[in-house]
């Protein structure tokens, strides 16, 4: 899992036992069982051919690369970007090419020509998530028996002496540009996927009382971007942190971006029974998010979130899925998707929630057009909780569309 696997994955990190482990893992081979027995559907040749929820749906896109639909109207499993939720290719050319060059460069223009600060807050998060992905590659190529270390204790990317694909463009780019906000969030955000990718390491706390450092370095730099004080959300609830320091830092987020739906995911989890609230307080927090939302906000799908959260660690109780509870979170999410403003950066992580749900719930027809949505990628949640997210979503789609 790449990039963006870890934006959601570190709400539930701590959380999993054995026992649970193995009760998801049957409750998985269950979907996908299912989703072999599906026949496939017709589809349109084209999409205008058919009206959303009326006859064959076309999953049909255009052009070409990763998340781009091939031959019969779905990509396969094996083509499914693992790195994104959603198409960004401005994102993956800065990447690679700063990966190739090892030069920061390209990645340090393109954050610095993102002003939209819910799509500021992926691009960090995922060029962070590259960095360490790469650094992990690498040292494991060199077959080193430890990452090389910083003062701090966090694996240094660019440890001088390296081969090109050790992540030394971070390295160069806090060097060069030390005064760069944009390389101190990313710099950061870093530190925490060093920190969570192993919580067990004795250099934990320390790397993110270091990751903390940054933030605060970063949001010196840049008052008035929320990014780095999200990011800093993450390092107080892996922490820790008492309410009290946790809800001042949340207020500082939300004077800045009050409508930030990356910022109420971060805050979402400390709120939640894995880590230091319950699932009233998880909940609670979501519905007042929800209620005060601006027009144009994705706020009201945060139950969504919160629902997922919580949800029992195996399901097949018929009904679940259309009690209540779920239904209007379900509910809530389509209205949120139906009224948020238009390319709004985190629709697709909504988007592949939402299929998630409206298949357990076996609405297939309202599923389909979600994976008319989403299809091509799955760096989101749920799927990058499972151990192959691409067969996991590839299965929830056979599904979605064997039952529509």
């Not at 979907?31 to 072999?36: L, V």
């Not at 589809?43 to 009326?54: F, I, K, R």
């Not at 081969?163 to 969030?185: F, N, T, V, Y």
Request: with cysteine; aromatic share 8%; net charge negative.
């Amino acid at each position: 899992m790449e990039l963006l696997l870890v934006i959601f994955a570190v709400a539930v990190l701590g959380s999993i036992v054995a026992r649970p482990a193995i009760l998801r893992r049957l409750e998985r081979r269950h979907y996908e069982r299912a989703a072999a027995s599906s026949p496939p559907p017709p589809l349109a040749p084209d999409a205008s051919q058919a009206a959303p929820g009326d006859g064959p749906v076309s999953f049909r896109k255009d052009g070409d690369g990763p998340g781009r639909v091939t031959e019969g109207g779905l990509v396969p499993v094996e083509n499914l970007d693992q790195r994104l939720p959603g198409p960004d290719d401005a994102l993956i050319e800065a990447l690679e090419q700063s990966q190739r060059t090892q030069d920061w460069r390209p990645a340090g223009q393109l954050l610095a020509m993102t002003d939209d600060a819910e799509l500021r807050w992926q691009r960090v998060q995922s060029l962070a998530g590259a960095a360490a992905m790469e650094l992990a590659q690498w040292q494991r190529a060199q077959g080193s028996a430890g990452p090389a270390e910083q003062p701090g204790g966090a694996a240094a990317p660019g440890t001088p002496g390296g081969d090109q694909g050790d992540a030394g463009w971070l390295r160069e780019w806090r060097r060069e540009q030390p005064a760069d906000p944009g390389g101190a969030q990313v710099y950061a955000q870093f530190l925490v996927w060093q920190a969570v990718s192993d919580p067990g390491s004795p250099s934990h706390r320390i790397i993110l009382e270091e990751a903390r450092t940054v933030c605060r370095e970063a949001a010196r730099l840049a008052p008035q971007d929320p990014t780095p004080l999200i990011t800093e959300l993450m390092v107080a609830r892996a922490l820790g942190c008492d309410r009290q320091e946790f809800e001042a830092l949340w207020q500082r987020v939300a004077g800045l971006a009050p409508d930030h739906m990356g910022a109420h995911l971060a805050a979402l989890t400390y709120w939640s029974e894995k880590w230091h609230g319950s699932r009233k307080e998880a909940y609670a927090f979501a519905e007042r998010a929800a209620a005060g939302a601006a027009p144009g906000s994705l706020l009201p799908a945060l139950p969504l979130f919160a629902v997922y959260d919580h949800l029992p660690d195996v399901t097949f109780a018929e009904g679940v899925y259309q009690g209540k509870v779920v239904t209007d979170a379900i509910e809530a999410a389509h209205y949120a998707l139906h009224h948020a403003r238009a390319g709004h950066p985190v629709l697709p992580h909504v988007q592949h929630l939402l299929l998630f749900f409206l298949v357990r719930a076996e609405r297939y027809a309202e599923a389909a057009e979600q994976v008319r949505a989403v299809d091509g990628y799955v760096g989101a949640l749920p799927w990058v909780n499972s151990e192959n997210p691409a067969r996991q979503y590839a299965a929830y789609r056979a599904l979605a569309i064997g039952g529509h």
